[in-house]
């Protein structure tokens, strides 16, 4: 897994690509947390660009979710924007659309 980070409308993005696997659970936990610090410090949301993401392990998904409770007690949102269709249906499965939103832009209002 690569990562980035950029900016939208939203606040800061995370850009991973390639699969989250087990091996990339550390990193791509340390990488939410600095990209939670972000959204803190300028007010806003935290999007997770997913668009890039082939693949996303159960232990990425355990680590989504402790990233979570971890803003929440911020007062920041993470917000799952551009999923790939493999990755929407593991989501979906997880049942993740209940706990985040998932929408399909980078753009406020055009889910």
Request: net charge negative; aromatic share 6%.
């Amino acid at each position: 897994m690569n990562w980035a980070i950029t900016s939208s409308a939203y606040g800061p993005v995370g850009r991973p690509t390639g699969d989250i696997d087990d091996a990339a659970c550390p990193g791509f936990l340390a990488n939410l947390l600095t990209g939670l610090g972000h959204a803190e410090d300028a007010k806003g949301d935290f999007v997770l660009d997913l668009a890039e993401v082939d693949h996303i392990a159960a232990n990425a998904l355990l680590t989504l979710t402790m990233a979570r409770k971890d803003a929440v007690a911020r007062g920041v949102k993470i917000i799952l924007a551009r999923p790939t269709q493999a990755v929407r249906e593991i989501l979906e499965i997880s049942r993740y659309q209940l706990i985040f939103d998932i929408v399909d832009s980078l753009e406020p209002g055009s889910h």
